[in-house]
């Protein structure tokens, strides 16, 4: 149990560091507190604020750093959430201004903002795909005998894939094809598509049309893609800020547990509402324990949750960022409404 004077030195040592980066000596707290205490006092109040494990000793200084214990006493007692700034909700309103093609391309514009913005590591998953369904399927002669298919989901989002055609096969087969699968699936869940293609689709085509298997592959192929999950990321290099101490190996991991949405699912930790800190050694995958990872959940109705989550270390502004994330994880959710 810290006394309210404990407190207020704790909360000045954090908030120094992390706008610093340096180690924080007495004299320094005397003129940032400005309570009316000697040095002497501060010192002595130090020493029991280290004796509780919330700040240790810098090896090059004699001043004292936040412990990860400290950071989590600051998040879960000190640290204050407000509504961000007028200037965030205007950023906000004026990228999302600009109507995106698919949901992909908001989210990667949304990492890429708060990267920018935070000089951080930002990822992202969008709702896992529960009901996604079949809204179309195009051919697009290129030249020749280049063409072009493309695959629409009801989220919005395109899939395309281009390739030449067989020899002795015409574009006029292929649309007989098409329009055979818009007629029997669209309106479908991809999975009931995907199930319709080791079925008795490819025996009904085969009734009608020559050699249909190589086309329904690469259409089983595409609509696999439509659902696949990924991780969208901003910010991808500022690891290399926060991770200098880190040797290439395990930079390398990292990158790949960050990229991995099986991974991410599995280490972003999750609410109903609110925002989710892990700090350093409570992160439960190893690579992560150098840093902490803030996270949040949006919902989409009746298509479930995504993440947004920010990367850093451990010294990271958590009151300024949780506000942002809380910020921006309602203007996605909104936003979001219209894709689906």
Known sequence: MLTERQRIILNAIIADYIHS??????????????????????????????????IQKEHTSSGRVPSQ???????????????STNRVQAELKHMFSRRFQEVDDLLQQVTKYLADKTRLTVLALKPEARDVRLSGLQLIPIDGQQVMAILVTNDGQ???????????????ELQTIISYINGKLVGQSI??????????????????????QAFLQLFGDMLSRSIQDKVFMGGRLNVMDFAAGESLKDVKTLFELLEDPIEMRRVIGSVNDGIVIQIGDE?????????????????????????????????????????????????????LVEYY
Do not use: C
Not at 69 to 81: A, C, E, I, K, N
Not at 286 to 311: D, K, N, Q, W
């Open 21 to 54: 980066g340096k180690a924080v000596g007495s004299k320094a707290l005397l003129v940032d507190i400005k309570l009316p205490v000697s040095s002497a006092t501060i010192r002595n109040e130090m020493a029991h604020l280290e004796m509780q494990g919330l």
């Open 69 to 83: 214990q400290g950071y989590r006493y600051y998040v879960d007692y000190l640290m204050s959430l407000d509504r």
């Open 158 to 172: 395109t899939v395309s894939q281009s390739f030449r055609l067989p020899k002795g096969a015409t574009v006029q």
């Open 191 to 212: 999975h009931e598509a995907l199930d319709s293609l080791s079925g008795d689709l490819p025996l009904d085509l085969e009734r009608t049309i020559r050699s249909p």
């Open 283 to 335: 992160n439960i995958d190893p690579h992560l324990r150098p840093y902490s990872l803030m996270s949040t959940r949006y919902a989409v109705p009746r298509h479930g949750f995504g993440e947004l989550a920010i990367l850093g270390p451990t010294s990271m502004p958590y009151a300024e960022l949780a506000n942002l994330l809380t910020e921006v994880k309602q203007a996605v959710a909104e936003e």
